[in-house]
């Protein structure tokens, strides 16, 4: 073998060696190429397994440096932007005939027939950006050492090769045709295939409703043995997930009135932490100083509202309640409002100041001190307001001086009391979980801001089981197992609307969704051997490009394209083939 290859092969994977020991995310390679080392190639998720770390071989992005020469005003401007434009140019692909040649460096310290190179010891997988340009339009090459026990025994290498969109089946790999691949490279006697199939279930609905774009995402995913066709529906016997997605404030959702309530309260909370805050526009007409005197009124009016009176306002909102009843099978609010809850829904849909806060609590705080009013109160209420009221009761209450943020702060602490109340209702009435399990979201030993980003948790958590339970119509049981595993993750996660939540469910439960409609992802897989010296060649179908750093020509009808009403998927297809290389 010649001197410079083996002295290429040595520097290549020395510098290999380097960049994973010292932990080096970004390194160049002989000016021309980028190393980058990895925990998951976003782009290789759906073709690699696990999340190990791999090197990322490509094109090295040119270094534009502007000249330091005299410019007008206007070129300096032009130069910069060209200059931005050459920063942003995306992952750039190798040719395959150098991607091949990284393949074979990499192979050759592998191999330990070959002493003249040196092994480097363990290294990470490597996968090379190619440039698609060869007869089988090669995107991805990749390599990784097999080892049984200690000792290097081979390695796997990948090929990887894709095809624009087209909406024509007939030019899909058929099933016997991928198993002919498999075998003809691996002379395999016996082979097993597996299935797997991606839904968007909000997709599936048509109705007018429906009809416009979501941040949030139910997918099914589904996985199943002994392929027969391609694009095959999933049997019943699958194994099934729904992997759920819900940001808050869409209007279909039956909690959107929860959402604005919940809107208020963290504008306060915000407002309180930073000192500015931003006050939403008013629902109602009246001043909220006008609505708190009618509230006050009332109370006055039916007997000076005795203890234990829920008042007329409570049964219009039971009346209320009952009417949403019949709309959505997920209600939230509820029929039992103690006088600070109905001050808080007044408030919250008509403060648009501080002084306004202030001055609705300073009418509430006289009337409770003179005896004018003696409303009832939930005994288990914890805000600095109802405390007062429940002191008044004994003729015992204590100075309240309405100064500063203390009323803005007590305003915050009704909100959180009535709704910790309206969550508390639904998911124990429903019984989705226990007061037991909700203890850290219902601690009001920390602070006021801990307490709002609690809530705020809880609140999303019913916006997952809103989709669940009045979308999915998913049964108690899945929807009881769900609840506890959520609970359980913003225990000790961050608020993340753009965490997905996992739920393992029977494909009878959902195939109402998927059995009519087109997969936005299918793949299947052939497969041989065993441990280590399992081989696999598989067929991508997906709605969106699995490779990123090179174009497509767009196989789709121009008045399919334009007005997006043709039901028919194009699908852009990914081929995945893999060749096991003994050195023993």
């Not at 002493?115 to 997988?125: C, K, N, R, S, Y």
Request: overall charge negative; charged content about 25%; some cysteine.
């Amino acid at each position: 073998m010649g001197s410079k290859i083996v002295s290429e092969a040595n520097a290549f994977v020395k510098f290999l060696k380097s960049c994973q020991d010292e932990n080096k995310e970004n390194c160049t390679y002989m000016d021309d190429i980028s190393v980058l080392l990895v925990e998951r190639e976003e782009l290789l998720h759906d073709i690699l397994s696990g999340n190990q770390p791999i090197f990322v071989c490509e094109k090295a992005q040119p270094k534009c440096e502007p000249e330091a020469t005299e410019t007008t005003a206007d070129t300096s401007v032009v130069e910069e932007t060209l200059f931005k434009v050459e920063q942003h140019l995306g992952p750039q692909p190798l040719s395959v005939m150098k991607a091949r040649q990284l393949m074979s460096w990499y192979t050759m310290a592998q191999n330990p027939n070959m002493p003249q190179v040196e092994a480097p010891g363990t290294l990470h997988p490597l996968w090379v950006r190619c440039d698609k340009l060869d007869p089988c339009a090669t995107a991805w090459l990749g390599v990784e050492t097999v080892y049984s026990g200690n000792k290097t025994s081979g390695v796997k290498l990948y090929t990887v090769t894709c095809k624009g969109p087209t909406g024509d089946e007939t030019s899909f790999t058929t099933v016997d045709e991928l198993k002919q691949e498999h075998e003809k490279r691996h002379h395999a006697s016996t082979v097993a295939t597996k299935g797997y199939a991606q839904y968007n279930l909000f997709c599936s609905l048509k109705e007018e409703s429906m009809m416009f774009e979501s941040q949030s995402s139910v997918i099914a995913s589904l996985t199943w043995n002994n392929v027969e066709k391609v694009l095959e529906c999933p049997p019943l016997s699958s194994k099934a997930s729904l992997n759920i997605k819900v940001a808050v404030g869409d209007m279909r959702s039956p909690l959107y009135q929860t959402y604005k309530e919940m809107e208020f309260l963290l504008a306060l909370a915000e407002g309180l932490r930073t000192g500015e805050t931003e006050w939403l526009e008013p629902i109602e007409t009246q001043s909220a100083v006008d609505l708190t005197r009618a509230l006050i009124e009332e109370l006055e009016n039916i007997g000076q509202g005795a203890p234990g009176h829920t008042g007329k306002a409570s049964e219009k909102q039971k009346a209320k309640t009952d009417a949403i009843a019949a709309f959505s099978s997920m209600v939230i609010e509820r029929g039992d409002l103690d006088f600070t809850e109905q001050l808080w829904e007044k408030m919250r849909k008509s403060v648009t100041s501080y002084q306004d806060v202030t001055e609705c609590l300073r009418i509430v705080v006289k009337a409770v001190k003179l005896g004018k009013i003696k409303p009832w109160i939930h005994k288990d209420s914890n805000s600095t307001l109802s405390k007062l009221i429940l002191q008044s009761y004994q003729q015992q209450i204590d100075a309240m001086p309405l100064t500063g943020l203390t009323p803005a702060n007590m305003l915050l602490e009704l909100g959180l009391d009535k709704i910790r109340k309206d969550f508390i209702n639904y998911l124990v009435g429903k019984e989705l979980t226990t007061l037991n399990y909700l203890r850290y979201y219902l601690d009001t030993e920390v602070d006021l801001q801990e307490q709002v980003i609690r809530v705020r948790k809880l609140h999303h958590l019913l916006e997952i089981l809103g989709t669940c339970s009045t979308f999915l119509s998913l049964p108690h049981d899945r929807l009881f197992l769900f609840t506890q595993s959520c609970l359980q993750y913003y225990k000790t996660s961050n608020y993340d609307e753009d965490h997905v939540f996992q739920l393992q469910i029977k494909p009878a439960l959902i195939s109402y969704f998927y059995e009519k409609e087109q997969p936005f992802s299918w793949a299947m897989q052939v497969s041989s051997g065993q441990g280590s010296k399992e081989v696999k060649t598989a067929l991508y179908l997906s709605d969106k490009p699995l490779v990123d750093h090179i174009t497509f020509d767009l196989d789709v009808p121009l008045d399919e394209s334009a007005n997006g009403e043709s039901e028919k998927m194009f699908y852009y297809r990914t081929m995945v083939s893999c060749s096991l290389i003994s050195f023993t």
